[in-house]
């Protein structure tokens, strides 16, 4: 009952990251200084429509074959992906994909929502209330309308990409919504998508170091990095190993130390020390890819693994996109020890609230477990 009385603040979630609008207003501005014309602006916007169009239907009939939960993760994935392929486009082509990826993810998710909030309220014996819980939900999409126009417009001074952007970032708020009705899992995932983050950033950053840093030939750099990659390798064969022998909240604290340890030292150690942390950094990955995965294949119920595994590594590369920009704009102003410093801090304070809550809510079961079955249990 409690999970299915939870359902409806998700709903009301998809429905913020959908009618949170910041950019309906300067939608033909952005376009246009992007080289649309009208004539193109308006066959994007009929060929949104049309998309919308050829699935309404079929989206509704997939729904109720395969549930609403699949189509409306897959709708709010389509959504936020839309938006980062509209903050990242700069002609005909990127918007045309925005805009598919939009209407689909429009179609997948109109229905399936209010389907899915009535039979929540069937289950719970509030049936009755339906007109009043979707009356709520309208008024909260026009009171998100009302402030996203503004909030958008406020962001479009600084440069009309921009409310592109914090659209996409709005509508990743419906990913969890519709995907994450247990938190544990959700915890679980955002850590290992942190981790991975963290493997591929480092494997990016890594060329920048070495050139500053160690200075050697490029030969050299290549001989270093296969033994990196060779270490990963050796421990990945054993990690079941070490699964066995550490229980989940010591093995994430061990990992994500490992991570802003390794970030830190490479911005700020000598080159030794520094390439000794890179060995620790990849035996730890290799240690960390499929235990992991593991963790959360665990918990997730079979229907739904593919979606999820497969969500992780949206979520490793959406982290890259928005800290490696920063990282290289930090670097061409400062020392690129310095864009390495302040990964180490974001992977630190992210890392740490992430494994926090997961040990919060782990203390939570093991004590509601401890509980005597004939007392209630909050």
Request: proline fraction near 3%.
């Amino acid at each position: 009952m409690y999970k299915i009385e939870h359902n409806i603040t998700k709903i009301y979630l998809i429905k913020t990251a959908r009618w949170l609008m910041l950019t309906t207003p300067y939608l033909p501005l952005f376009m246009g200084e992007n080289g649309i014309d009208k004539s193109s602006y308006s066959l994007l916007a009929a060929i949104h429509a049309l998309s919308i169009i050829f699935l309404e239907i079929p989206s509704g009939y997939l729904a109720d074959a395969i549930g609403r939960k699949k189509t409306l993760i897959v709708g709010a994935v389509l959504g936020a992906l839309g938006y980062v392929i509209y903050s990242m486009s700069y002609s005909f082509h990127g918007f045309l994909l925005a805009v598919v990826a939009l209407g689909i993810g429009q179609s997948m998710i109109s229905g399936a929502d209010s389907a899915m909030l009535y039979e929540s309220l069937v289950a719970t014996n509030k049936v009755k209330d339906y007109s009043r819980y979707e009356g709520r939900i309208i008024a909260l999409g026009s009171f998100l309308e009302t402030a996203g126009a503004p909030l958008g417009g406020l962001l479009a001074i600084i440069s009309l990409r921009y409310p592109f952007i914090a659209q996409a970032v709005v509508a990743l708020i419906a990913v969890p919504a519709t995907f994450f009705f247990d938190r544990r899992l959700l915890l679980l995932l955002c850590f290992s998508a942190l981790f991975g983050a963290g493997t591929y950033t480092m494997a990016k950053a890594i060329p920048y170091w070495h050139s500053e840093t160690v200075q050697s030939s490029a030969l050299e750099l290549g001989f270093f990095w296969s033994a990196l990659n060779l270490s990963a390798a050796l421990f990945s064969s054993f990690a079941y190993r070490i699964e066995r022998r550490m229980d989940q909240l010591t093995f994430m604290a061990c990992t994500g130390f490992v991570v802003s340890l390794s970030f830190f030292g490479l911005g700020y150690a000598n080159q030794y020390v520094a390439m000794a942390l890179l060995f620790l950094f990849y035996c730890c990955r290799g240690l960390a890819a499929p235990i992991l995965k593991n963790y959360i294949n665990d918990i997730t119920q079979s229907e739904i693994r593919a979606t999820v595994l497969s969500i992780r590594p949206f979520f490793v590369y959406i982290l890259f996109a928005l800290l490696f920009p920063v990282m290289g704009w930090v670097g061409d102003l400062s020392t690129w020890g310095t864009a390495l410093m302040l990964s180490s801090g974001f992977f630190t304070l992210v890392g740490s609230v992430v494994f926090f809550c997961f040990y919060l809510l782990q203390k939570k079961v093991a004590t509601s477990d401890s509980l005597p079955l004939d007392l209630p249990v909050e």
